[in-house]
């Protein structure tokens, strides 16, 4: 993982970055391969001392006032807006609520600058288009509330709203970013030992094929479709994988899964829960029953429950990952059972992470869009080709949506590079939940 150059050849630029977080940011730009840093900060001597120590010909530092949309730079990939000012404001009070506007529209403004300009930006190009990414800094306090501090908060809720909207408009000028060699040969799951349910096919065989090519010492896979999980195991290697038959709506099964796992491999690490069902009925408000529902949420409770009993490596860093779905974000005019127990995954993944936190257990969720898997086909009566058509139409990035990119982030998930990521829907689609933007 030390060697792992996941932002190689790149050009970022990383404003504050002369000092907290937006320093360590710079250090990791460059310690992951990239070509070029710039650091945009007002702190010239840090800037300086700090672009100095990784290398002039690697880093420069520029003095830049991001409220001042005239600067710019006309080459990058990679954008980290880190600049913020912090508020002791006491702007509530039972005679006073009127919130001063002057942080809210500084905050926004900066970071709006910096989205205007990686259209016109020159970026890394294959021939198909630009790619490029940016990503703002914003705070856990746009989903609190306070008695005090309203503009900061406001600010950091106007920040989020603003990369929501940014992400659907800009989604023209960029594309999927291929994984450079050095990150694909990455072992981000280094002799961790993960359950896979569903593992036979679709998203799950597509994770524990990245858990196998990741370093994972076992990859358990668990699913009802013996012959081909039996088969997926033999093409591994059967001393680094093993299918066991498991339906995950019998508790006990799913038990007996997680001690024979512990048994074979003396520890457990990581759990997809990915086996589900789709459901694909004219189920109204009106007359939905809560079969399908029951079923989702108790198939995933009960890895959570087994999870704490189980032994995992020595150095912790245990993860529960569970396939929710963008449905959970979306309305429809049927399929109410199914969306209801979409967001009942969700639901219930952030009450566990709360709650399983004590035990060094995280736990997300990683919510596909629409991809041609062979349950989606055969659900539809249709094949790949004409179904990936389909959903290239509805959704804002270019490309495919493929089964690969899900089991990308639920890698992300199961790794240490998210050691500290927990309680989160990670939406992996597209831009497909935007199909309701308003135009």
Not at 55 to 66: E, K, L
Request: some cysteine.
């Amino acid at each position: 993982m030390a060697n792992t150059k996941k932002v190689q050849d790149k050009v970022a630029i990383v404003t504050g970055g002369a000092s907290g977080i937006g320093e360590a940011t710079v250090l990791a730009f460059a310690e992951n391969g990239a070509r070029g840093v710039v650091i945009a900060d007002i702190q010239d001597e840090k800037g300086q001392k700090l672009a100095e120590s990784i290398g002039a010909n690697r880093s420069t530092y520029i003095h830049c006032d991001v409220t001042d949309e005239n600067k710019s730079n006309p080459s990058w990939n990679l954008l980290f807006n880190s600049t913020a000012s912090s508020t002791h404001h006491e702007l509530w009070s039972a005679n006073y609520s009127r919130p001063r506007p002057g942080l809210i529209r500084q905050t926004v403004c900066n970071k709006r600058s910096w989205c205007c300009s990686m259209p016109e930006a020159r970026g890394a190009c294959d021939g198909e288009g630009v790619k490029g990414s940016v990503i703002c800094s914003s705070s856990t306090a746009a989903n609190l509330v306070a008695s005090t501090v309203t503009d900061y908060i406001m600010a950091k809720c106007g920040v989020v709203a603003l990369m929501k909207c940014a992400s659907y408009q800009l989604a023209y000028y960029t594309k999927s970013q291929l994984i450079p060699p050095e990150m694909a040969n990455a072992k981000k799951v280094q002799d961790k030992v993960a359950i896979v349910t569903g593992g036979a096919s679709g998203f799950g065989e597509a994770t524990v094929l990245a858990f196998a090519e990741n370093g994972a010492r076992g990859v358990v896979i668990a699913d009802i479709q013996d012959e081909k999980g039996q088969k997926l195991a033999e093409s591994i290697g059967t001393n680094r994988s093993t299918y066991i038959h498991c339906d995950v709506t019998d508790e006990n099964q799913v038990k007996s899964l997680v001690d024979s796992t512990v048994q074979l491999y003396g520890q457990l690490d990581v759990i997809f829960c990915n086996a589900g069902v789709m459901s694909f009925g004219q189920q109204t408000v009106l007359d939905f029953d809560l079969g399908l529902l029951r079923q989702t949420v108790r198939s995933k409770r009960s890895w959570c429950s087994s999870m704490p009993e189980a032994r995992g490596a020595c150095d912790g860093g245990r993860s529960i990952i569970c396939t929710a779905s963008t449905a959970a974000n979306l309305v429809a005019s049927t399929v109410t059972d199914y969306i209801m127990a979409k967001c009942g995954v969700v639901a219930l993944m952030k009450c566990a992470s709360y709650q399983l936190g004590k035990h060094g257990i995280r736990v997300n969720c990683v919510s596909p869009g629409p991809v041609a898997t062979p349950m989606v086909c055969e659900a539809n009566n249709m094949g790949v080709e004409e179904l990936e058509k389909l959903f290239v139409s509805i959704c804002c990035l270019k490309g495919v949506l493929k089964a690969k990119h899900i089991a990308d982030a639920v890698l992300f998930l199961a790794s240490t590079d998210s050691e500290f990521v927990t309680g989160q829907n990670l939406m992996v689609d597209g831009g497909y939940a935007f199909q309701g933007a308003v135009n």
